[in-house]
């Protein structure tokens, strides 16, 4: 049994015990309850809060209890399929789904902070590598693949997008997504910034992975030029000598792509967010997958921008996926208000039967006879 399946077997296991506990809880009767004589006597001693407690229709309470521990237990069982689902099939196809928007991006403000230093800062970088690292914090990353020269386009991008933040230098980065592919992974990953080459200050696409910046006729192009180019008619200008200017990414991989653009600010709070509460369990392919998933949940992971028509395609590629995401998504941040709410009904209640209990203890015998 792999993990994925081991995890939504004891969420199920988990569930039928809750619902077991819940419903041995739900058979006691609060009928005799309803007959106590609560007088003012007894709640002069407590709050306010307390008294109207246990004046309460008990049977409203219980009602709402039952339907609230339905809708987590419904929550409990769609996430945990859904979850399975995603981790044995398609591990970053919910985070590239739930990450388009079909709304345009807005430009960064290129004229504040200073330039980038391009050549510089490309030739500082020992070009060791292409294959994926799997680290979470950007700090991290920013070592082993800046300083260090590992990690694919997408490690590189990132540690460039940590570097940029705390200068506090404007960019956004690229996404190029290959509709038949990217919800298995596959795509490239740019970054767009006001840098510096012999003195002349641009805005424009930097290439990271391959050590410089795409060329249109021998020129730097930026997201105008690279959204408009064809297959083939891009060129490679590189400041290292550690690597060549030939790329695979810029012939027959622009046919039937789509260029996301995903705002700055938008990636400097996720990652700030991941430097702040990233914890190490020792498992850091599993922490990536489960911060990012956390992060879309909580609505802080930076969205893919496209145009309308452009995300129509990618969901006609794989609807059911899309559905799939997006029911996990909305079950998953139920989850996140009913959990405290149900918490807080069963403690009501168990505050309102100590109380009930307590006021029979002091009940004179007899005295409700009497009356």
């Known amino acids: 049994m792999t993990l994925p399946q081991q995890g939504f077997v004891a969420i199920i296991v988990g569930t039928a015990e809750s619902c077991a506990f819940s419903a041995r809880i739900e058979r006691l009767d609060f009928a005799e309850f309803q007959t106590f004589d609560f007088r003012p006597s007894e709640f002069s001693r407590s709050w306010n809060f307390r008294r109207r407690l246990a004046e309460s229709n008990p049977l409203l309470l219980d009602r709402t209890l039952r339907f609230t521990d339905l809708l987590v237990v419904c929550c409990l069982l769609v996430v945990g399929g859904a979850v399975t689902y995603f981790l044995s099939t398609q591990p970053v196809a919910f985070q590239k789904v739930m990450a388009l928007a079909a709304t345009p991006a807005r430009e960064s403000d290129w004229e504040s902070g200073p330039a980038l230093d391009l050549k510089g800062f490309i030739g500082s970088i020992p070009f060791r590598g292409s294959e994926r690292v799997n680290l979470v914090r950007p700090s991290q990353l920013y070592q082993v693949c800046i300083r260090e020269g590992q990690g694919n386009c997408a490690n590189k991008s990132r540690g460039l997008s940590w570097f940029l933040t705390n200068e506090g230098m ?202």
């Not at 960019?171 to 592919?181: A, M, Y």
């Not at 060549?244 to 789509?258: C, I, K």
Request: hydrophobic fraction near 45%; include cysteine; proline fraction near 6%.
């Open 170 to 371: 404007p960019f956004q980065r690229l996404d190029l997504l290959p509709i038949d592919g990217f919800l298995e992974g596959k795509g490239h990953t740019l970054v767009r910034t006001r840098y510096s080459i012999d003195g002349q200050v641009r805005v424009g696409v930097i290439d990271l992975l391959e050590g410089g910046v795409p060329t249109l006729r021998d020129q730097p192009i930026d997201l105008r030029d690279l959204q408009s180019a064809a297959p083939y008619s891009l060129g490679l200008l590189t400041f290292s000598p550690r690597v060549d200017d030939r790329s695979d990414y810029y012939g027959s991989f622009l046919e039937n792509l789509v260029i996301g653009v995903v705002e700055g600010p938008q990636v400097s709070r996720y990652l700030q967010f991941l430097e702040r509460w990233h914890v190490d369990f020792g498992r850091p392919s599993y922490e990536r997958i489960a911060y990012a998933a956390f992060a879309i949940v909580i609505g802080i992971f930076p969205e893919t921008h496209v145009t309308t028509d452009q995300y129509e395609a990618m969901r006609a590629s794989a609807p059911w996926t899309f559905r799939t995401a997006h029911t996990l998504t909305w079950c998953a941040r139920a989850l996140i208000v009913l959990l405290p709410f149900a918490f807080a009904l069963h403690a009501v209640r168990w505050v309102r039967r100590g109380r009930a209990a307590r006021i029979v203890r002091r009940e004179p015998s007899g005295a409700t006879a009497a009356q």
